[in-house]
């Protein structure tokens, strides 16, 4: 990256992404580091962003081919097409989420166009990286979002109701998972007047559970199972465990109007949480969100972005939560990538310089090759 750094900015164009890689106040900031920033034509449009607002924080405005010539960086939230990139520098860099599992082919052409890609999703969970980190700050976006959606689909009041026709008992929501969208879920659920209930797989999720008022569920009889996986992830459990979860589960989600979950695994298909028999276990007009439809579903039958009827259950999921909330998910995921390059920003060098720890962590590919390990079989 000789000279002043470029960094562009793509409109996405995966099916149904209403987010942005950059808002005005990154633009701002990135040009204060240095940096020229150049911005797509309707890049924004879907956060309700206008041209005129990156142009006024100083991005140059124009066509894709022009955006993304000769840039040293080129943003995005999802991964642009490989032939998107043809006109950036040799090397250049690619930050975005780029779900590396589920598009293995385009990080090969990534590394095949010489683009050097940089998977925001591989962030390792570490303090000085919290802010930097998409993952959480899309999850608890889409946290929230699971629950005010329920809260519509669902035909009755969450609060309780004191009036004088009669008491409107409170709506029972339990949510699966207690990851940070878990955690959001269980925070919107109770301002909304819920009473709550979670489970987790690990076991140091009780006492943040309990601390947002909520009630932990959770099987006391399989001794030493914590759950715990690396880089503070939720890993698969005995068999043993599982069948103990399971019977605890479907006595508890028998009484419940809503249920909420949002268990994954990262590069691995979602584990199923809810089976058909549960659901059938359940009220009619209950409702189900299933936050990981889009990685398989940790509900039987749940489809992305279709509401299905099963028992008189509704169960609900969008492939892409966060796009739902585009203005606000644009602004924490730009964040995250100003917070990710100005934290390695070398001002002698007037672009920034990855330490190993987490270049080493995020690099997919580089000169030519895929260098990351756990694209390459090996353990990371």
Same mark, same amino acid.
């Given at each position: 990256?000789?000279?002043?750094?470029?960094?562009?900015?793509?409109?996405?164009?995966?099916?149904?992404?209403?987010?942005?890689?950059?808002?005005?106040?990154?633009?701002?900031?990135?040009?204060?580091?240095?940096?020229?920033?150049?911005?797509?034509?309707?890049?924004?449009?879907?956060?309700?962003?206008?041209?005129?607002?990156?142009?006024?924080?100083?991005?140059?405005?124009?066509?894709?081919?022009?955006?993304?010539?000769?840039?040293?960086?080129?943003?995005?939230?999802?991964?642009?097409?490989?032939?998107?990139?043809?006109?950036?520098?040799?090397?250049?860099?690619?930050?975005?989420?780029?779900?590396?599992?589920?598009?293995?082919?385009?990080?090969?052409?990534?590394?095949?166009?010489?683009?050097?890609?940089?998977?925001?999703?591989?962030?390792?969970?570490?303090?000085?990286?919290?802010?930097?980190?998409?993952?959480?700050?899309?999850?608890?976006?889409?946290?929230?979002?699971?629950?005010?959606?329920?809260?519509?689909?669902?035909?009755?009041?969450?609060?309780?109701?004191?009036?004088?026709?009669?008491?409107?008992?409170?709506?029972?929501?339990? %949510?699966?998972?207690? &990851? +940070?969208?878990?955690?959001?879920?269980?925070? @919107?659920?109770?301002? #909304?007047? *819920?009473?709550? $209930? !979670?489970?987790?797989?690990?076991?140091?999720?009780?006492?943040?559970?309990?601390?947002?008022?909520?009630?932990?569920?959770?099987?006391?009889?399989?001794?030493?199972?914590?759950?715990?996986?690396?880089?503070?992830?939720?890993?698969?459990?005995?068999?043993?465990?599982?069948?103990?979860?399971?019977?605890?589960?479907?006595?508890?989600?028998?009484?419940?109007?809503?249920?909420?979950?949002?268990?994954?695994?990262?590069?691995?298909?979602?584990?199923?949480?809810?089976?058909?028999?549960?659901?059938?276990?359940?009220?009619?007009?209950?409702?189900?969100?299933?936050?990981?439809?889009?990685?398989?579903?940790?509900?039987?039958?749940?489809?992305?972005?279709?509401? %299905?009827?099963?028992? &008189? +259950?509704?169960?609900?999921?969008?492939?892409? @939560?966060?796009?739902? #909330?585009? *203005?606000?998910? $644009? !602004?924490?995921?730009?964040?995250?990538?100003?917070?990710?390059?100005?934290?390695?920003?070398?001002?002698?060098?007037?672009?920034?310089?990855?330490?190993?720890?987490?270049?080493?962590?995020?690099?997919?590919?580089?000169?030519?090759?895929?260098?990351?390990?756990?694209?390459?079989?090996?353990?990371?």
């Amino acid at each position: 990256m000789g000279g002043q750094t470029r960094i562009a900015v793509l409109r996405e164009t995966a099916d149904g992404e209403r987010r942005v890689a950059a808002t005005p106040e990154t633009v701002k900031k990135f040009i204060a580091l240095g940096a020229t920033v150049a911005v797509e034509t309707g890049a924004g449009e879907g956060a309700s962003i206008a041209d005129a607002a990156f142009s006024e924080a100083g991005a140059q405005i124009g066509d894709a081919a022009t955006v993304v010539k000769d840039a040293d960086i080129v943003l995005g939230v999802q991964g642009p097409t490989p032939g998107a990139l043809s006109g950036a520098k040799a090397g250049a860099w690619l930050a975005a989420g780029l779900d590396p599992f589920a598009q293995r082919e385009r990080v090969d052409a990534y590394a095949a166009a010489g683009v050097e890609a940089l998977a925001m999703e591989f962030m390792p969970r570490i303090t000085r990286a919290q802010s930097m980190d998409i993952l959480s700050s899309q999850s608890n976006l889409a946290g929230y979002k699971a629950v005010i959606h329920a809260a519509d689909a669902y035909g009755r009041a969450f609060p309780m109701m004191m009036t004088a026709a009669g008491t409107i008992s409170a709506a029972r929501v339990f %949510v699966m998972g207690v &990851g +940070v969208a878990g955690l959001q879920a269980i925070a @919107t659920a109770r301002r #909304l007047g *819920a009473q709550v $209930s !979670a489970t987790d797989v690990r076991s140091a999720t009780k006492e943040q559970i309990q601390s947002l008022g909520a009630k932990p569920i959770f099987v006391e009889s399989v001794v030493g199972i914590e759950g715990e996986g690396a880089g503070g992830y939720a890993t698969e459990m005995s068999d043993e465990y599982q069948k103990a979860q399971a019977e605890l589960v479907s006595s508890h989600i028998a009484k419940q109007d809503i249920v909420i979950t949002t268990a994954l695994i990262p590069g691995r298909a979602a584990p199923r949480l809810v089976s058909d028999a549960q659901i059938s276990s359940m009220k009619p007009g209950s409702v189900i969100f299933d936050l990981a439809v889009a990685q398989g579903g940790n509900v039987e039958g749940s489809v992305a972005d279709q509401v %299905v009827e099963r028992h &008189g +259950v509704k169960i609900i999921g969008y492939a892409n @939560t966060p796009t739902h #909330l585009a *203005a606000d998910a $644009s !602004a924490l995921f730009a964040r995250n990538l100003y917070n990710f390059l100005s934290a390695f920003w070398d001002k002698e060098a007037g672009r920034p310089v990855l330490d190993e720890e987490i270049g080493d962590a995020v690099r997919l590919t580089q000169g030519g090759k895929v260098v990351h390990a756990r694209l390459l079989g090996e353990t990371a």
